[in-house]
């Protein structure tokens, strides 16, 4: 066990003010075994806690860290704007380049707007797509999560999976009754759905690689097929990128697999670990916003400065540097090598799972993970015996087995092999505790 007692108490006494002492469950380390990690600071690949555990680290800020924790440039951009006031509530001539720039990295986004989270962003276009459409209904697919919006807290991923509310008490009837839920990788699921409501669906949201309930890659022709459905129906083709977005490609996963969606919902690389979400696409659908159109969407903070400088900065840098994405596709592919042997080499069943940067690996005997169906047999305490030996080990992920481990550009040769020998460790320990006895 690595101490951390400096954490215990902070989590203590963060639980006399703060709802279960965090801001968002997914950091509660919940059904872990231990107490979450309270941190001091970060920098580069490397995270260090209150007690003064240092980690390399894969959480990445549950993905915007690309460029690792408080990259040089990224601070003085900052430090240069924060100068100049921190907001204004009025337009800078930064909130344009930032646009533009998304424009040029995501040829699919002609016009983009800007808000402060991921949830944000996919609620506003959800509502847009709604407004544009004149339709109710909204498909999406189960174990996604597209942030904490009440439409999408229907059998949703990520945290709410992990801490076992994917409905959650709140959502009104009304509006579950507009969410409805296809399977992912499955398209039959998609064109029933279309079929019973041929006039009602207003858009298709979905997370082009999953990565909320761990990393799922979108089976040959799956993606093609929803976006024909879309077309054939008319309805929208909603792309959540903000996981995927920036990250798979300079242009998101879109770029990656070389589909056109309607509209492009961004968060985490976009703000650079700055509170950043956005959401974008065709001209005429976009025009359909307020000021221009009627779909109303608003925020006091959006475009604020300091965010956007960061955002700015982090875009610009992996948009200028394209052979940074084949440096991370190379540090990946070692890593997963090196994981796969040490798989195995133990034996125990796993699943590995990886695209680009992000990967999982899924404690299952199932041959292969391209469902929710798949996902929900793994091994929630062989996941919870790695995590827990891993941290012992220096490495930080996930504190659930149902998400994306995140590699960034930080990641040196040395951190990827250190990961692959504590890697072996943690699996040794885990085939030990749960699997020989
Ligand atoms: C993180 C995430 C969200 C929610 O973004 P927040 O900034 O946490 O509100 C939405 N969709 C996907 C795919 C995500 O990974």
């Given at each position: 066990m690595i101490s951390n007692s400096h954490s215990s108490r902070a989590f203590t006494e963060a639980q006399k003010y703060i709802p279960g002492g965090v801001?968002?469950?997914?950091?509660?380390?919940?059904?872990?075994?231990i107490d979450p990690l309270f941190i001091d600071s970060a920098k580069g690949s490397k995270i260090t806690d209150i007690d003064g555990n240092t980690f390399i680290d894969y959480v990445a800020s549950w993905g915007p860290a690309i460029l690792g924790h408080a990259h040089d440039e990224v601070l003085s951009a900052l430090n240069e704007t924060m100068h100049k006031g921190i907001s204004f509530g009025a337009p800078t001539e930064i909130e344009t380049r930032i646009a533009e720039l998304v424009t040029r990295m995501v040829p699919s986004v002609d016009l983009v707007r800007m808000v402060n989270s991921g949830t944000e962003a996919t609620m506003s276009a959800v509502r847009l797509a709604r407004g544009y459409t004149k339709r109710n209904k909204i498909i999406k697919f189960e174990g996604?999560?597209?942030?904490?919006g009440d439409s999408f807290l229907?059998?949703?991923?990520s945290g709410a999976l992990t801490h076992g509310n994917?409905?959650?008490?709140?959502?009104t009837e009304g509006v579950a009754q507009d969410t409805l839920l296809a399977k992912y990788n499955e398209i039959e699921s998609v064109e029933s759905l279309f079929r019973e409501y041929p006039e009602d669906i207003a858009g298709v949201i979905i997370?082009?690689?999953?990565?909320?309930?761990g990393v799922i890659v979108p089976q040959n022709g799956f993606l093609e097929a929803v976006q024909k459905l879309c077309a054939q129906y008319g309805a929208l083709l909603i792309f959540d990128?903000?996981?995927t977005g920036f990250r798979l490609s300079s242009g998101g996963a879109q770029k990656r697999f070389n589909i056109t969606p309607d509209l492009t919902c961004f968060g985490k690389i976009i703000g650079g670990g700055m509170p950043v979400g956005a959401y974008g696409g065709k001209k005429e659908i976009m025009e359909h916003l307020a000021p221009k159109g009627p779909v109303y969407q608003a925020g006091?903070?959006?475009?604020?400065p300091l965010a956007m400088a960061v955002g700015y900065t982090t875009l610009h840098l992996l948009n200028t540097h394209p052979e940074w994405y084949e440096q991370l596709e190379k540090s990946a592919e070692i890593l997963e090598a090196g994981i796969r042997e040490n798989i195995s080499a133990v034996g125990i069943p796993i699943v590995f799972n990886r695209v680009g940067s992000m990967f999982t690996q899924f404690f299952?005997?199932?041959?292969?993970?391209?469902?929710f169906t798949d996902v929900s047999t793994c091994n929630i305490d062989a996941y919870m015996h790695f995590f827990r030996t891993s941290l012992h080990e220096g490495i930080y992920y996930a504190?659930?087995?149902?998400e994306a481990a995140f590699l960034g550009l930080a990641h040196s040769p040395e951190d990827i092999e250190k990961t692959i020998s504590a890697h072996k460790v943690a699996l040794q320990s885990v085939k030990q505790e749960l699997y020989d006895k």
């Open positions: 801001n968002s469950p997914a950091r509660s380390f919940k059904n872990t075994g996604c999560y597209h942030g904490h229907i059998q949703a991923g994917p409905n959650s008490p709140g959502v997370e082009p690689v999953t990565g909320n309930m990128e903000v996981m006091t903070l959006s475009g604020n299952t005997d199932h041959p292969a993970v391209n469902s504190p659930s087995q149902y």
